[in-house]
T-cell receptor, first 115, second 109 residues
Framework: DTEVTQTPKHLVMGMTNKKSLKCEQH?????MYWYKQKAKKPPELMFV???????INESVPSRFSPECPNSSLLNLHLHALQPEDSALYLC??????????????FGDGTRLSIL | RKEVEQDPGPFNVPEGATVAFNCTYS??????FFWYRQDCRKEPKLLMS???SGNEDGRFTAQLNRASQYISLLIRDSKLSDSATYLC??????????FGQGTTLQVKP
């Protein structure tokens, strides 16, 4: 069982819909991430939140809007998506700080299909 | 040149075989190194962190050579359940994880 929980597991939406993906972790991690993964490709980083502040936006289109309401929650708001946005969306979290390696722990993802 | 390069495979091996995966990275300032395993249509799961001194976890041994910017993963006595994609992952000094393309392993009975 993953310690990072994502909902929903599957989402089908039209190009005009607005929906949100949710991610929750209770490991006390202060860094949280959104990734997009297409079939047979590695995950691609979208956003990084560090101590609830957006620290990295990898030039993601504005139709994806992240939000970090508190240290345990991370949302990804979706609006006016395109068919090419269909993918597996993964949330991850990690400890912050220097020193020892900081592996990221992934949720099991939301499989998104845009009609 | 990709920042993290892996042989995509597939590696098809019989049960009980020993198999080795290699990975190279281009940024000498990289700080942390990991192997993740990803099953089909599942999330990546941390297999092991990789240290310069080398580390072992059961049948799995990981090595890091900072001078050559090279990482390896050795799997001994392969099991059917080892079939998956193995992702070489490097954490840079910005904190971002850089993923290799993944190496596919298929263990056959």
């Amino acid at each position: 069982d993953t310690e990072v929980t994502q909902t929903p597991k599957h989402l089908v939406m039209g190009m005009t819909n607005k929906k949100s993906l949710k991610c929750e972790q209770h490991m006390g991690h202060r860094a949280m991430y959104w990734y997009k993964q297409k079939a047979k490709k590695p995950p691609e980083l979208m956003f990084v939140y560090s101590y609830e502040k957006l620290s990295i936006n990898e030039s993601v289109p504005s139709r994806f809007s992240p939000e970090c309401p508190n240290s345990s929650l991370l949302n990804l708001h979706l609006h006016a998506l395109q068919p090419e946005d269909s993918a597996l969306y993964l949330c991850a979290s990690s400890q912050e700080g220097q020193g020892a390696p900081q592996p990221q722990h992934f949720g099991d993802g939301t499989r998104l299909s845009i009609l | 040149r990709k920042e993290v390069e892996q042989d995509p495979g597939p590696f098809n091996v019989p049960e009980g075989a020993t198999v080795a995966f290699n990975c190279t990275y281009s940024n000498s300032a990289s700080q942390s190194f990991f192997w993740y395993r990803q099953d089909c249509r599942k999330e990546p799961k941390l297999l092991m962190s990789v240290y310069s001194s080398g580390n072992e976890d059961g049948r799995f041994t990981a090595q890091l050579n900072r001078a050559s910017q090279y990482i390896s993963l050795l799997i001994r006595d392969s099991k059917l359940s080892d079939s998956a994609t193995y992702l070489c992952v490097v954490r840079g000094n910005t904190g971002k994880l850089i993923f290799g393309q993944g190496t596919t392993l298929q263990v056959k009975p």
